[in-house]
């Protein structure tokens, strides 16, 4: 699963790094949770939590069935 992620991350890279921010892959669980670490400006920024949740969440698990939860380090 954490190949599918990546792969799905990758499609969502350009948008953040649009805004000069990425997003970094810290750990897929067992259980479907994303762990992930936003950078850059995005890591910093008020809304990365609305953007964590309404963007990067929703894409991952239109992408990826399997994902439960996407939470940020």
Same mark, same amino acid.
């Given at each position: 699963?954490?190949? *599918?992620?990546? @792969?799905?991350?990758?499609?969502?890279?350009?948008?953040?790094?649009?805004?000069?921010?990425?997003?970094?892959?810290?750990?897929?669980?067992?259980?479907?949770?994303?762990?992930? *670490?936003?950078?850059? /400006?995005?890591?910093?920024?008020?809304? /990365? @939590?609305?953007?964590?949740?309404?963007?990067?969440?929703?894409?991952? *698990?239109?992408?990826?069935?399997?994902? *439960?939860?996407?939470? /940020?380090?």
């Amino acid at each position: 699963m954490r190949e *599918k992620v990546e @792969q799905a991350l990758d499609k969502i890279r350009p948008m953040l790094m649009a805004d000069g921010g990425n997003v970094e892959l810290v750990e897929v669980t067992a259980d479907g949770i994303v762990k992930l *670490k936003l950078t850059g /400006s995005c890591g910093c920024c008020p809304m /990365s @939590q609305m953007t964590l949740k309404n963007g990067i969440e929703r894409l991952l *698990k239109e992408a990826v069935p399997e994902v *439960k939860e996407v939470v /940020s380090l």
